[in-house]
DNA sequence: TATTGTTATACTCTATAACTATA
DNA sequence: TATAGTTATAGAGTATAACAATA
């Protein structure tokens, strides 16, 4: 077994090294945008595209519900989410960006980009393979996930 | 700003979201072996090479000293690693494995490479493709980090 | 009864600041 | 004095189990 850190890595090594990189740019930048914690962050990046309910924050976070209960708990006392009772079901509550966590989230979300686009001096084609290859592969794993269900 | 969790995302977006994908199998396969938790699995890993001080720790972890000194700790208390008294310095310790934890990482580490080769059916051109291209950004990224040394 | 989400509890992880031992 | 690492403390993150409210 060959040193992780160092050398010319095989296909699965350096994606898992990859995302250890891109994990601490990702919590750097929480830090750098208000101190949010990484966790914070993804909640508020999920919120982006609409409110969401607990259950499918849990899923798509992998945490359990009490665990999301105490993320929001946090981030709701900071101002930057709010919780939105559903209007068919009254056990279910969406959360929801305020206009401050959702300026906050776009400006973190755009700094999280330029970092990641700016690791390494890419070739254009080189960049749009690897977009390519690695939308298969996350299409794949949405996949295989919809089989488990 | 798309729904970053669906649909074709450009190169960075994409990377981002593959980095989440493997934390969640990295950390699955941490409680898999021995209810490793993810930090104290990546701690095993980075010492399958050899033993290394808790200075060289920290810097790979980006953790503060007192962090790395709780994780060595309850990893130690798990029989997992061990401290060693450096010869010429008497204030540093190197941290080792033991032998169940060079088996358990052994074990773990190679796990975690047949759950990543598996995520994708990708043919094996696309994996040297971006085998090539992640080792450059982890080589781009490693010269930087040299140079703001 | 079943489901959604919260509360209670315990543990891990992390940072900041003060400290000890060694150089 | 300076450096390597620990201790003290506080807070975030997480899981399990028991619970309340609603379906």
């Known amino acids: 077994m060959t040193d992780p850190t160092s050398g010319k890595l095989e296909y699965a090594a350096a994606l898992v090294q990859l995302s250890f990189l891109i994990q601490r740019v990702y919590a750097q930048a929480s830090r750098d ?5 990484r966790q914070q962050a993804k909640l508020l990046c999920m919120l982006l595209s609409g409110p969401v309910g607990m259950a499918e924050l849990g899923a798509s976070l992998s945490l359990e519900k009490s665990s ?3 993320l929001v708990d946090r ?4 101002g930057l989410v709010t919780r939105v009772r559903d209007s068919d079901d009254r056990r279910v509550w969406q959360v ?10 776009r400006r ?18 080189d960049r749009e393979y690897v977009a390519r290859i690695v939308n ?14």
């Open 75 to 78: 981030t709701e006392q900071r």
């Open 108 to 125: 973190f979300y755009a700094h999280v980009m330029r970092q990641v686009e700016s690791l390494a001096d890419l070739d254009p084609a």
């Open 96 to 105: 929801a960006l305020t206009d401050a966590g959702e300026g906050l989230a």
């Open 136 to 149: 298969q592969i996350l299409a794949d794993y949405r996949g295989s996930a919809d089989l488990r269900r």
């Open 68 to 70: 999301l209960t105490g």
């Open 33 to 37: 945008y208000d101190q949010l914690t």
